[in-house]
């Protein structure tokens, strides 16, 4: 069965540090990625997608970047990071030609102080 | 652009009450379309979905919605809800271009008092 890991689950950073959020997706290969950040009363915003290695695309111009170096392994970067990038992010997958169901990774809560 | 509109912020319902939760979606060609639910402290999972043919689809715990065309909706509903219902509940249509991203709703709320 396919399983999807995200770390950390909480995280507390301050303003103009880097940031490195990690995701994994088990049992299954060549699945879209997706990286969507949730925020209170706003529902879920989809903030980068990828469709195989090296490839990423953005939703929303950001302060954040997306990078997928492995197959099943999706990161969210930042150089620094701002206070406005405190939110819920959420990584997802989807395989890819059968159907479009995503399945969502526990998430990371992001704060920036 | 696809969206979706959610009306219902927060509801709060006792146990034993009938449920349904309104979802519209704006998109004038073939939607996939999906009803995902975050219980607390849990990872957020499909409820259920429609791709094609009975309008009327029944997923986990009992849910059912229902998809009407000339109203661009997909309504949530249970005959008779849970406490263990409560839960943040997300409409979802598909798109059909990038990588068939998914287009969420602001979310409901539900309360459901024992």
């Known amino acids: 069965s396919q399983t999807i890991h995200q770390w950390p689950a909480t995280l507390v950073q301050p303003v103009g540090s880097p940031l490195s959020l990690e995701c994994t997706v088990e049992g299954t290969s060549n699945p879209n990625l997706y990286w969507y950040r949730q925020a209170a009363g706003r529902g879920l915003q989809l903030l980068f997608y990828s469709v195989g290695i090296g490839q990423i695309s953005s939703e929303v111009p950001q302060n954040l970047s997306a990078s997928r170096p492995q197959d099943r392994q999706f990161i969210l970067s930042s150089k620094k990071l701002l206070l406005s990038d405190s939110g819920f992010y959420l990584c997802?997958?989807?395989?890819?030609?059968?159907?479009?169901?995503?399945?969502f990774g526990p998430g990371t809560r992001l704060t920036v102080t | 652009a696809q969206s979706v509109s959610q009306h219902n912020h927060h509801v709060i319902l006792s146990e034993a009450a009938s449920l349904e939760l309104g979802c519209n979606y704006s998109?004038?060609?073939?939607?996939?379309l999906f009803w995902y639910v975050q219980y607390p402290g849990q990872h957020l999972q499909l409820l259920l979905k429609?791709?094609?043919?009975?309008?009327l689809v029944k997923g986990i715990k009992g849910f059912e919605a229902e998809f009407i065309k000339s109203k661009f909706s997909f309504n949530l509903r249970k005959p008779s809800v849970q406490w263990s219902d409560t839960a943040e509940y997300f409409c979802?249509?598909?798109?059909?271009?990038?990588?068939?991203?998914?287009?969420f709703g602001t979310g409901t709320r539900l309360t459901v008092i024992p």
């Open positions: 979802a249509v598909n798109s059909k271009t990038g990588a068939n991203n998914l287009f």
């Open positions: 997802a997958w989807m395989r890819t030609g059968i159907t479009y169901e995503q399945y």
């Open positions: 998109y004038g060609g073939t939607v996939n």
């Open positions: 429609y791709f094609s043919g009975d309008p």
